[in-house]
């Protein structure tokens, strides 16, 4: 009861899911461009200005093991889904590993509407709650867009709680303090 390890299946093997929901090729696709756009030039440039001060090879490994890193992160969020399966829903988000929780142990769905700093930026956010209250699994529509929660909230087949106002991500937290943390 509660969390079980992944079935031993290729990540993508999508035949094992009834639903699988990726990040929005929208977030991919200006992730891409950003790196391309902007970090390479700027490590280009860094390099050049450092031929003069014979430190350039330092700057250069640093420029690459930063560029490794960047293209581990991009792989990532390429290969993260959240597959919603006969047993159980598996999560491999861009920073946590792959992990499934039981489909039989989410009890309840919390719909809320979130802004950060700016009221203007708003986001749909689904968190997944067992019988206790506690956080199984958080959706943000930022990333996997809104047609992707109603995909999981649709498939799930559990009761959902839509709060009606947009709430700042603190008063959601503060009012469902459960959603900070999820279950181990």
Sequence with gaps: MGETTAPATAITDWGTYDVVVRPRAALVRST???IVFSAVPLAVALV??????QIWA??????????G???LLFIRLRSAFVGLGPDGVTVRGVLTPRWT???DTVAGVVLATTFGSSVDRTSRELVALDVEGTRLFRM???????????QIVDGLGVQVTELGRPLSTREFSRRHPAVRTRRR
């Design 48 to 53: 050049w200005v450092s031929f003069p001060l």
């Design 32 to 34: 891409a461009l950003s």
């Design 101 to 103: 929780v039981a489909r």
């Design 140 to 150: 943000r529509a930022d990333v996997w867009g809104d047609t992707g929660l109603e």
């Design 69 to 71: 890193l960047v293209g």
């Design 58 to 67: 330092v700057l250069a490994s640093v420029v690459v093991v930063l560029g």
